[in-house]
Each structure stands twice: as structure tokens, then as C-alpha cells.
């Protein structure tokens, strides 16, 4: 018997779910690996709190937003819901929007410079007393642009020993690994040697969590070694902008 047609957007996102489960699970096999070793961000961005609070209803509490502007009141609003997402921040984060933004992170995945991290320490301080900040010390990524992309966010492979040593002296952070943001590619095999640069950058630093893979891309990451995967599309369809 053949299931039903999803009827609703809800219905949608919860089939979508089972079948990213499922390739993450079959790209686990390929690999070794367990799939309680990979965690699934649902990226969120661009679609409303109805969109979130159905991922987390079908069991993917781990959600992923990159602007602080949309970011910020969804949280908010998710909260007041009663919708008990796990936020994860996948974007670019300027220095200015960090005190909009800090009390909803769980997980910073695009730490990439110190003077995010005094900006993270000095607001964290400013919560510290009333307990405000939703993670402490905050579990961080460092955003590294492996591809050397002119236009990309994220720090040369060169500079993560540095960033490391800075974050090492700030007990408002805990650095847990690397994230990239692969270049666009026809095809996912294009990209491997990425994520397999990165999981051997991390891998010199002593780092074991590894933030990559998208879309079009996880599964392989996953074959590479991804511990966190940043996936939009495939469960939320596309996004306006
Ligand atoms: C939007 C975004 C994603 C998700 O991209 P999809 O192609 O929709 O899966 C992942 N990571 C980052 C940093 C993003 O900005």
C-alpha cells in the first residue's frame, strides 16, 4: 500500500525529514558510521515559525537561521509558542547584532575573528548574572573558507591556530570544531576533496566536530566525516530569497 499524498505543509516537511533520515542513514552505512553521529540542522531561513515548529514536531528540534533579523523574532516567537527548538546560528554574525542574537544560540556555527569573540565575552558578561544567555560556555564552530573564495565568509585554513589560541582565553565560548561552506558544484563528488580538507584541518588542531555539507551536497560530507549537516531545502523546498 502506498502512502497517502501529504496533504499539508506540516505533513510535507515530516515526509521530507523521513527521506533526508534515510539518506543520511544509507550515506552512514557507506561510511561505517552510526547515524547518531551526525546531527541534522533543519535550516529554517526563509520560512515562518509554522514551518519550525512542524521540523520539531517530526523530531529535528536542531534548527539553523544566518540572519539575525529573522532570527531573533522567530526565536522569540518560537519560544512564546512553546515550540522547543535547539537554534542554531549558521551565518555571517557582525559584532552589532550579537546582543539580538546570543540569548537564542545554542550552537555559533561562524565564529571568525577575535573581535567576535570579545564581542561574545563582553555581552555574555552583560547576561552572565541574570543567566540570560541560552548556552554557556557557548559551543562554536570556526568558519574556515576552504576553497579560498574571494566572496566567502570565514577565516584562511592558515589563520585557525591563532582564532583557537584567542578562544582558548575565553571562558564565554568552547570551540567544538570547523565549518565550511562548500563551493557550488554540478556535482557533490566536486566538493569532497573540501570537506576532506577540512576534516584534516580540524583533525591537526585536535578538533572533532565538523559542521558541512548542504543540500546538495551531505551525503557526501557525511562519507567525509561531518558530524553536523546544514540542510534547507530538501526538507523546507525552496526559498523565496
Ligand atoms: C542556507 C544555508 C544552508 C542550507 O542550504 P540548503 O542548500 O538549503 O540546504 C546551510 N548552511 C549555510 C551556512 C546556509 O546559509
Redesign the pocket.
Same mark, same amino acid.
Given at each position: 500500500m502506498t502512502p497517502p499524498t501529504p496533504t499539508t505543509a506540516s505533513e510535507t516537511i515530516a515526509a521530507r525529514l523521513a527521506e533526508v533520515r534515510a539518506r543520511i542513514q544509507a550515506a552512514c552505512e557507506r561510511a561505517g558510521r552510526g547515524p547518531s553521529e551526525v546531527t541534522l540542522v533543519a *535550516?529554517s531561513?526563509g520560512h515562518p515559525l509554522e514551518a519550525c515548529a512542524a521540523a520539531v514536531a517530526a523530531g529535528t528540534p536542531d534548527l !539553523?537561521e544566518?540572519r539575525v533579523q529573522e532570527f531573533a523574532p522567530k526565536a522569540q516567537a518560537a519560544a512564546a509558542a512553546g515550540v522547543e527548538a535547539r537554534w542554531h546560528f549558521?551565518?555571517h554574525l557582525q559584532t552589532n547584532k550579537v546582543r539580538d542574537a546570543l540569548p537564542h544560540i545554542s550552537v555559533f556555527h561562524a565564529l571568525d575573528s577575535t573581535r567576535l569573540l570579545e564581542a561574545i565575552t563582553r555581552e555574555t558578561a552583560r547576561l552572565g548574572d541574570a543567566g540570560a544567555a541560552a548556552a554557556h560556555p557557548l559551543p562554536c564552530y570556526l568558519e574556515v573558507n576552504i576553497g579560498g573564495e574571494a566572496q566567502k565568509q570565514g577565516i584562511a585554513p592558515g589563520q585557525v591556530g591563532a582564532l583557537l589560541a584567542a578562544a582558548a582565553d575565553c571562558p564565554a565560548v568552547r570551540v567544538d570544531g570547523l565549518m565550511t *561552506?562548500a563551493p557550488r558544484a554540478g556535482d557533490p563528488e566536486q566538493v569532497r576533496p573540501v570537506f576532506r580538507a577540512l576534516r584534516e584541518l580540524a583533525e591537526t588542531h585536535g578538533l572533532t566536530g565538523l559542521s558541512m555539507g548542504?543540500?546538495?551536497d551531505f551525503e557526501v560530507a557525511i562519507e567525509e566525516g561531518a558530524t553536523l549537516i &546544514? *540542510? !534547507? &531545502?530538501?526538507i523546507f523546498g525552496d526559498r523565496s530569497g
Open positions: *535550516v531561513k !539553523g544566518n549558521i551565518g *561552506v548542504m543540500t546538495d &546544514r *540542510v !534547507g &531545502r530538501a
